[in-house]
Structure formats: C-alpha cells, structure tokens
C-alpha cells in the first residue's frame, strides 16, 4: 500500500539517498532508540511490547514531538516473549530494565557434532539442537504438537502487534521504518547458537576445515533469513539489518580466512544480485580491517561503526559503505548540552562534505541513563537544521 503522507516521503528518499551513497538534501537524522523509548515515555516495557499497540505508538508519538528524526531502525520490540515462553526456556527474558539475556548462551553444539551439521543443517537443529535447547519438546512428545500450534498463532499475533505499530509510524507520524528484515552471517550462527565464544575459538585453531564447511551448510539458512520475511526489495521500503558479532574479535588474517568470505557471499547474493540494501551493524572497532572490507562487491551496503576514527574510515571505505554515526552515547549520557553541540557541528564538518552520511548515535539506546534527553533533542534538531546541502 503505498504511503500518501508527504512527510514519509519526503524523509524516506532523503535516507535512500544517502543510502546510494549520494547527496540528499540534508544530512539524515537516524539515532538508533530501542527500549530507551518506553522508559521516556514513563511506560513499562511490557506495556508498549506486550499489552497494547497503541501504547508503543503513543511511546514513539512522543520521541517524534520531542526528537528530530528522519526515521527509526525498528519500533524496539524484536522478541516473540510470549511465544517462546510455551518452549519452557529462551535466550531473553523481559524486566524492568528491558530485554535481559539469561546467562550465557552456552555451548548448544559439541565440537565432535561438525559432521552432522555439515551434512544436514536442518535435520542436525531439528533433531538435536532444539531438544537439547529445549528440553520440554523432549519431555513431553504428546504434548508437542499443541504447544507448537499455540507457538505459531502467537507468532502471527507479535508480527500483528509490529505490523500495527509500524503501519501508524510511518503513515501517521511520517516515520519511515527501515527494518523490514534480519539476518545473521553465518559464522555469527555458530558464535550465537552453537560453539559460544570459547568453542569457536577452539574451533578455528583445531578444526578450522569443519568450522568453515559449517559456514558453508548455514549460508543458504543465513541467505533465506534475510529474504524470507522482505520479499519486495524494489519498493525501497527498508534494509535488511545484520549485526556483526564475530569479527572484531578475530585477528584479521582469521577473518579474512574464516569470516570475510561469507560477508562477500551475502552481500553478492543478497544486494548485488537481488537488489537488498544491507544495515550491517558494526560491532567495535573495524580499523584493523578496512582494507580487507575493499574487497567487498560493490552493492549497497550501509554500515553503523561503534568506534574509531569513523573520518579515516569514510576515507578508506566509503566507496562500499554509506556511513552511519558520530555521536557517542557516552557524551550524550555524561555531557553538557554544549559539548554535545560541540561534536554534532565536528560531525558536520568531518563527515558530511561529499554527503554518504546519515548523523546516529554510536550504539543503540537502551537505557533512560543512555543519554540526557535534553541532550539527545538538541544533537537531533542541530543537525536537521544545519545539515543542508
């Protein structure tokens, strides 16, 4: 359905532009609020992602009185709780201080399972993983089969709830909601839901052939993730949205090896030859690998970078990459109004000339104390006002 709202898109080809890595009219305005949200909008977490949809609209009616923003990443809410929870057990849990992983991820897979997994990656999560996860499916086999119909129709309900939500964001308050899809590398497969830190990095010293044949068997799972819940790239809508977990905490010469092709793969199946725009979310610091990223295909990729000198990084990568960030939660969380002036005009003056610049926070905003709203509006309308081509 094609949104009528001028406002969306008015803002919705400011940030394809930028996107393209082109020069918009403006630079971009796109902080990255997650549960930081709710808590300024004085609701519960579980009110706005649970109970009510108009209450995660009213939360982000709100941010959008308050903030100058050019679009949101997603609406926040990004975990089915409730149809997790019939499984007895899941990575994250709801508290008052938002989405709480429980403990570690642990080592789901042995190191001695590699050749089930590479043989069949489906059958190996069907019938080992998931059990082994989920031990109330091994428990209670009579009971399977209504649980799993109770998990789907909640499933469709938290994809509803979003669809609501997202639907008035953007065509209420002219809010482009660029998440359409996610997906994960990979590697960061093994690293989130198998091997854990500790194995993977076992894995590649002892057996780094069966570490990457199982990349090679996850691809295509990683590949259908990305393209199975955003079917329509063409209407340029949104991004599919990869964090990147693994990589910075391999030596180059190992990601290079172990990561990097499967990034090259994904971008070349996904952007290059299915037309995606890619949101990679670059965890830590990327300067030891700038020049490994040049050998990336040339689709379009947009990259948010937590950390280093993100004017070196728009010099070496920005060819590949439209470049997203600047301001520091830190400084919005600690600093005066002033200050946080002071780096959103060095932002303008380092990374905006050539345009291939969206302004956003470094890291997501999750907590009230991530940063003093005071703060956060003043960085958001400055650049608005003074971000002009």
């Known amino acids: ?210 570490f990457y044949a199982a990349c090679e068997a996850l691809f295509i799972s990683s590949m259908e993730m990305a393209i199975g819940a955003y079917t329509t790239p063409e209407d340029n809508k949104g991004v599919i949205f990869v964090p990147l977990h693994l990589p910075t905490f391999l030596k180059p010469k190992d990601f290079e090896k172990f990561y990097f092709p499967f990034m090259s793969k994904f971008v070349d199946e996904v952007s290059v030859k299915r037309g995606y725009k890619i949101f990679f979310f670059m965890e830590n610091n990327w300067m030891p690998y700038l020049d490994i990223l040049q050998g990336l295909p040339d689709g379009d990729m947009i990259g948010l970078f937590e950390h280093g000198d993100l004017k070196k990084i728009k010099d070496s990568i920005g060819n590949k990459f439209c470049i997203v960030g600047g301001m520091p939660i830190d400084l919005l969380r600690l600093g005066t109004v002033e200050k946080c002036l002071d780096k959103a005009k060095e932002c303008l003056q380092l990374y905006a000339p050539g345009g291939n610049y969206i302004f956003s926070t470094d890291k997501n905003l999750v907590s009230l104390n991530d940063a003093k709203p005071e703060n956060l509006a003043a960085v958001c309308q400055y650049i608005h006002e003074n971000g002009k081509y």
């Open 1 to 210: 359905m094609t949104n009528i709202n001028p406002l969306y898109q008015e803002k919705l080809t400011r940030l394809n532009t930028a996107f393209k890595r082109g020069t918009p009219d403006r630079v971009p305005v796109l902080p990255i609020i997650e549960t930081f949200g709710p808590y300024h909008a004085g609701v519960s977490v579980e009110d706005a992602y649970v109970k009510d949809p108009n209450i995660l609209f009213q939360v982000y009616n709100k941010i959008n009185e308050e903030f100058y923003l050019d679009g949101i990443l997603e609406n926040g809410n990004v975990f089915p709780l409730k149809m997790l929870s019939n499984f007895g057990e899941g990575l994250y849990t709801l508290t008052d201080k938002g989405f709480v992983i429980k403990g570690s991820h642990g080592q789901t897979m042995m190191p001695d399972e590699y050749e089930q997994l590479i043989a069949n990656p489906f059958n190996f999560f069907v019938n080992v993983i998931i059990p082994r996860k989920f031990p109330v499916l091994k428990n209670d086999i009579e009971g399977n089969l209504g649980r799993l119909k109770k998990a789907v129709g909640e499933m469709m309900e938290f994809l509803h709830y979003n669809a609501v939500v997202d639907g008035r964001i953007e065509n209420e308050l002219g809010l482009p909601v660029l998440a359409k899809g996610l997906a994960i590398l990979s590697p960061d497969m093994l690293l989130d839901y198998l091997r854990d830190f500790v194995g993977v990095s076992s894995d590649i010293r002892r057996k780094p052939q069966e």
